[in-house]
């Protein structure tokens, strides 16, 4: 069945080193990607997203890079600060234009001062 | 910037009471999203809306109703209340299936505990 997947449940990343958080998606009709940051206590927020005709794009400190051939997504944040712990989500649209999205479980970055 | 609002951040019901919880969007979305959000389940589709007065079922719309009467504004029906419905409720929107993009933007969350 459909589903996407995050490959760590958590990461841990010294301030000011860069992280990467992956995700392995299975829906090969997705076209549209996102990455959501939750931060406790909170609802997701959208950080960047990508469609399926681009394999990078890139946002202020952070990149997301899409392969298509192994359907797998990443998030790149550059220089990690402490307001950069929280959970992170990606996100697939289930079908074009259907409106409706799944997500991954999600993966904790935690970043040590 | 897309502004989602939710009515209470936090809600303690007993059993067998009606809950609702309401969710406003000020993007004049055409869509909205009622998920609830359990460790280790991920992000769950209860309803949704793609235009006034009406909704379709998500993942797990069992013990669960919503309400659109206008456009910014999609309501989460408990009809009674159940201990297993004790999570974070999370509303969203996004501009339009027809659009080029499915963003959704999410509201703070609803923390409801039944007792």
């Known amino acids: 069945g459909e589903s996407v997947g995050l490959h760590l449940p958590t990461l841990s990343v010294q301030e000011g080193d860069n992280s990467i958080i992956n995700c392995a998606y299975s829906n090969s009709a997705s076209d549209y990607f996102i990455w959501y940051k939750q931060e406790s206590g909170k609802g997701p927020q959208f950080i960047i997203d990508?469609?399926?005709?681009?394999d990078k794009r890139q946002g202020q400190r952070v990149t997301v890079l899409l392969n298509k051939t192994v359907k797998h997504l990443s998030l790149q944040i550059a220089a990690t600060q402490p307001g950069d712990s929280a959970v992170y989500f990606c996100?697939?649209?289930?079908?074009?234009?259907?409106?409706?999205?799944?997500f991954g479980q999600g993966t904790t970055l935690q970043v040590k001062p | 910037d897309v502004k989602v609002t939710q009515s209470s951040r936090y809600l303690v019901k007993r059993t067998g009471e009606k809950v609702f919880l309401e969710c406003v969007q000020d993007?004049?979305?055409?869509?909205m999203f009622w998920y609830r959000q359990d460790p280790g389940l991920g992000l769950r589709l209860i309803y949704f809306s793609y235009d006034v007065k009406m909704k379709e079922k998500g993942d797990i719309p069992e013990g669960y109703s919503v309400s659109r009467e206008k456009k910014e504004r999609f309501s989460l029906i408990l009809e009674s209340a159940s201990t297993n419905q004790t999570s974070m409720y999370l509303c969203?929107?996004?501009?339009?299936?027809?659009?080029?993009?499915?963003?959704?933007?999410f509201g703070p969350g609803t923390r409801l505990t039944v007792l």
């Open positions: 993007m004049d979305h055409e869509n």
């Open positions: 996100a697939e649209n289930r079908a074009p234009n259907t409106g409706k999205l799944i």
């Open positions: 969203a929107s996004s501009p339009s299936t027809s659009g080029a993009t499915d963003t959704q933007y």
């Open positions: 990508i469609r399926s005709n681009m």
